[in-house]
């Protein structure tokens, strides 16, 4: 089955600062899902990249994907503490490609 | 844009007893449903796969005798956990994925169940 590792597992970061945050998985990555949850609620949609090399931009916040790495990466620009919360990538299946294999999330908090 | 709402929000039940959680999609309908379960500090993971009208489909190690699972309509999903322990305390979360053709179809994510047994 395939596993999906995020690094780090936490950050604190100064507002202001910039961050990375890394998603590697152990199998080939046909696609993937960047999620947001605060504490106890359900999970906000970032973005998806669904090739290699593509790479997406949303406010401040950017993903690549690295077919190649079997890995993804989300770069958050001059955090805010807005930005706090769990980020977690999410991989589809090949023949299921609605099922979703969610990475170990990373634990953001910015200080002010 | 697409949401799914879950009912209730929180609910505390004795040892033994059942509960139903609800899953609604409420402006498009869901040919598929997923039930997630999170415990603290952990991941999602999986339980089980819905399409409307059909038995669901759970991964393994998930009890479907303890994990019920309806997807009577395109709107209306729900999990009963039947005989519920403390061990089954946890954070459940459905999403709902909308029809289309594309493999890549996003999930819309409920906000979560926190169910605790006594």
């Known amino acids: 089955s395939q596993e999906l590792e995020q690094s780090p597992q936490s950050l604190i970061v100064q507002e202001g600062k910039n961050l990375t945050i890394n998603c590697t998985s152990s199998?080939?990555?046909?696609?993937l899902y960047w999620y947001k949850q605060k504490y106890g609620e359900g999970l906000i949609f970032l973005m998806m990249?669904?090739?290699?090399?593509e790479e997406k931009s949303h406010e401040k916040i950017t993903a690549k994907l690295d077919e190649k790495k079997q890995q993804s990466s989300l770069h958050i620009t001059a955090s805010q503490p807005s930005h706090a919360g769990i980020y977690l990538c999410?991989?589809?299946?090949?023949?299921?490609?609605?099922?979703?294999?969610f990475g170990t999330g990373t634990r953001l908090q910015v200080t002010l | 844009g697409a949401v799914v709402s879950q009912h209730p929000s929180r609910v505390i039940c004795k040892s033994g007893t059942s509960v139903k959680i609800e899953c609604r999609s409420l402006d498009f309908q869901a040919t598929t449903m997923f039930w997630y379960r999170q415990f603290p500090k952990q991941s999602l993971m999986l339980m089980a796969t819905?399409?409307?009208?059909?038995?669901?489909?759970?991964e393994q190690g998930v009890e479907k005798d303890k994990f019920l699972i309806n997807h009577a309509s395109l709107t209306l999903s729900t999990l009963t956990v039947t005989s519920a322990h403390p061990e089954d305390s946890s954070f459940y979360i459905c999403?709902?994925?909308?029809?289309?053709?594309?493999?890549?179809?996003?999930?819309?994510f409920g906000p979560g169940t926190r169910l605790t047994v006594l």
């Open positions: 199998k080939t990555l046909y696609g």
């Open positions: 999410g991989a589809p299946a090949l023949n299921t490609a609605s099922k979703l294999t």
């Open positions: 990249l669904q090739k290699g090399g």
């Open positions: 999403s709902a994925r909308g029809g289309g053709g594309s493999p890549y179809n996003e999930q819309f």
């Open positions: 819905s399409n409307e009208g059909s038995k669901a489909t759970y």
